[in-house]
């Protein structure tokens, strides 16, 4: 077997998992914030968790959404902090992309050099050789190493578990949790035990990263930090004190990349939207832009209760339309059309033959309901106007007005959502006007609100009233896509 130490590669790769991971963690933390509950259920329905890390308790008084739900963790602990899920989701989605490919290159280095050997077991006494390992570090000693190997048992089988085992674990987990994916691949997801499951593993590796990130450091500081570090930066064990003091400047340019990044995100938000956004992109225009929607899960999934985001609108009109059964409402269709058209909700169902799926709901916040839609499908509409051809996207006006309806929120103005106007003849895009068998409720959009199945579900405008084809967005809000693409910094598209 081949000399296992430690090529410069390796010792380069590790520095940078490093700082990839602890991104990832912090950033995670982020995004766990937003909806600081764990569950085993798709209806990730009130009181059905299994783990809480919040003291807000849902009160049956007034309308109370998920959005009253969010916790604000501290930039100790979260990337950014501060309820900026938007900003955190990028951090989180670009880490992934570094680390990802700093996993792939080890990988590859790895198996090409043989250094694989390191961790792999090749006999089942290693498990006997591990537990007396155990037993060995809990009486403050040092166990011996393997034969012509640079680790002990116990050290050889925790690598494996984690580079073979809970790194692979936690991508896939991560992967269930796109819409796109769950949209396209219901059985991918069903393998994890359903969406809520998939983000309950996935938060235990995080968990167990964080443990096997405590022990690494530990053994490092009592059995002898300059020389254990020596060897992941010189590749031997030389000067000692160089060794340390090298490590600690490798640390502290990791830590201040961690400051950096939570300064930045603090004062310019949408400069980190638009730089990491730019780099997030490519691979989810590449992956997840063409998975389309083959969902149809069975009647008796339906969740019983299906969780609320946003409040409806509180505008005076709005509610004599919604005591009338929104007899006078009408969808104002227009913009870089041949055929402009308006609509009543009589004539835009008569649009078509009701079309109704059965879908997961992904909130952007982490919590799913499983639903019934009825309603017309987009690509009816967009066939009956006729875009020009410089029209690009579609932009949806609702009734609701954050200013009145939302105060509590980052920023007012009408809610609206752009996109893509490729995307409109997918599968399971939905104009809906009915749920569960009956009319569309106020509180998930009546009379007509947008489904949108390999998005999340922030992109699905509710309360529409208008729509618009147009050839670019700039013009729209603050430019950037949607309400809250412009105030609280969410990537416009949504697929993961």
């Known amino acids: 077997?081949?000399?296992?130490?430690?090529?410069?590669?390796?010792?380069?790769?590790?520095?940078?998992?490093?700082?990839?991971?602890?991104?990832?963690?912090?950033?995670?933390?982020?995004?766990?914030?937003?909806?600081?509950?764990?569950?085993?259920?798709d209806d990730s329905a009130p009181g059905t968790e299994w783990a809480r890390f919040t003291r807000k308790v849902m009160t049956t008084d007034k309308l109370y959404d998920t959005l009253d739900e969010e916790e604000d963790y501290h930039p100790l602990i979260a990337l950014p902090g501060r309820s900026q899920l938007g900003i955190g989701r990028h951090w989180h989605f670009g880490a992934v992309i570094g680390w990802m490919m700093v996993g792939l290159s080890y990988y590859i280095?790895?198996?090409?050099?043989?250094?694989?050997?390191?961790?792999?077991?090749?006999?089942?006494?290693?498990f006997s050789e591990a537990w007396n390992d155990i037993v060995t570090y809990l009486s403050f000693n040092l166990p011996p190493l393997l034969p012509g190997e640079p680790l002990d048992a116990i050290q050889k089988l925790t690598y494996a578990g984690v580079i073979f085992i809970l790194a692979p674990f936690q991508i896939l987990t991560g992967a269930a949790q796109s819409p796109a994916i769950a949209a396209r691949f219901p059985w991918y997801v069903r393998m994890f035990g359903g969406r809520q499951a998939a983000r309950s593993l996935h938060f235990l590796g995080l968990l167990?990263?964080?443990?096997?990130?405590?022990?690494?450091?530990?053994?490092?500081?009592?059995?002898?930090?300059?020389?254990?570090?020596?060897?992941?930066?010189?590749?031997?064990?030389?000067?000692?004190?160089?060794?340390?003091?090298?490590?600690l400047v490798i640390i502290a340019v990791i830590v201040a990349v961690h400051v950096a990044a939570t300064v930045w995100s603090q004062r310019s938000p949408a400069s980190v939207r638009g730089v990491l956004g730019a780099v997030i992109s490519v691979?989810?225009?590449?992956?997840?832009?063409?998975?389309?929607?083959?969902?149809?899960?069975?009647?008796?999934?339906?969740?019983?209760?299906?969780?609320?985001?946003?409040?409806?609108?509180?505008?005076?009109?709005?509610?004599?339309?919604?005591?009338?059964?929104?007899?006078?409402?009408?969808?104002?269709?227009?913009?870089?059309?041949?055929?402009?058209v308006t609509l009543d909700l009589d004539e835009l169902r008569a649009l078509s033959e009701p079309h109704t799926q059965r879908v997961l709901h992904n909130c952007v916040q982490g919590w799913t309901s499983i639903g019934e839609w009825t309603g017309v499908p987009l690509g009816t509409l967009v066939d009956l106007v006729r875009p020009l051809p410089q029209a690009r996207y579609v932009c949806f006006m609702s009734m609701q007005n954050n200013t009145t309806d939302e105060p509590s929120a980052d920023g007012g103005g009408q809610f609206y959502e752009v996109f893509d106007l490729k995307l409109a003849h997918k599968p399971q895009m939905l104009l809906a006007y009915a749920m569960n068998g009956k009319p569309l409720p106020i509180q998930h959009g009546a009379p007509l609100r947008l489904r949108a199945e390999t998005q999340v579900g922030f992109k699905m405008a509710k309360w529409i009233n208008q729509i618009e084809f147009v050839d670019d967005y700039v013009h729209i809000g603050k430019g950037r896509g949607g309400w809250r693409e412009d105030n609280v910094y969410y990537g416009m598209d949504g697929e993961i």
């Open 283 to 340: 691979p989810r225009k590449g992956l997840l832009r063409r998975l389309n929607s083959r969902q149809d899960y069975p009647a008796h999934m339906l969740s019983p209760q299906h969780r609320v985001n946003g409040k409806p609108p509180t505008a005076e009109h709005y509610k004599v339309m919604a005591v009338h059964d929104f007899v006078d409402w009408r969808l104002r269709v227009g913009g870089l059309v041949e055929q402009p």
């Open 1 to 41: 077997m081949m000399a296992l130490d430690f090529p410069l590669w390796l010792r380069i790769d590790h520095w940078l998992n490093v700082l990839f991971l602890t991104l990832l963690l912090r950033s995670g933390f982020e995004i766990l914030s937003t909806h600081a509950k764990l569950y085993w259920h």
């Open 109 to 126: 280095l790895l198996f090409a050099t043989g250094q694989w050997h390191r961790y792999w077991p090749y006999s089942w006494s290693i």
């Open 208 to 247: 167990a990263f964080v443990v096997f990130i405590a022990i690494h450091l530990s053994m490092l500081f009592f059995w002898g930090w300059g020389r254990l570090t020596a060897l992941m930066i010189f590749g031997t064990v030389r000067n000692v004190y160089w060794a340390t003091a090298s490590s």
